[in-house]
């Protein structure tokens, strides 16, 4: 089992940027299939952002362009570099992670094992 804390979330007006980070224990970064998620109220969780462990990344239409995804393997620490923040990116932010191979991570959230408590994020306009 891999345990996963988020961290980074506050609130930010449309325009500026944002980093979360995903502290990482019970296994390496870099060994894992990796993903970042969101849900807004009332919505279903969406795939934002994913990554293999051989750094191949996958990003939802919405966020190419804006949001970048990383690893520090030496920190063990998954990070998403969000951008040119909107008013529709106001979600909770939730890191996953599985230990299956997936080329580029996957943005289907039923296929991650592991879960963060996650971090809240607000856009104002």
């Known amino acids: 089992q891999v345990q996963l804390v988020e961290s980074g979330g506050g609130s930010v007006q449309a325009g500026g940027s944002l980093r979360l980070s995903c502290a990482v224990s019970g296994n390496a970064v870099n060994q894992l299939t990796m993903g970042w998620f969101r849900q807004a109220p009332g919505k279903e969780r969406e795939g934002v952002a994913s990554?293999?462990?051989?750094?191949?990344?996958k990003y939802a239409e919405s966020v190419k362009g804006r949001f970048k995804i990383s690893k520090d393997n030496a920190k063990n620490t998954l990070y998403l570099q969000m951008s040119s923040l909107k008013p529709e990116d106001t979600a909770t932010y939730y890191c996953?992670?599985?230990?299956?191979?997936?080329?580029?991570?996957?943005?289907?959230?039923?296929?991650?094992?592991?879960w963060g408590q996650g971090t809240q994020v607000n856009v104002s306009s």
């Open positions: 990554t293999d462990r051989y750094d191949n990344k």
């Open positions: 996953a992670a599985d230990p299956a191979f997936r080329f580029g991570g996957e943005l289907t959230s039923s296929l991650y094992r592991d």
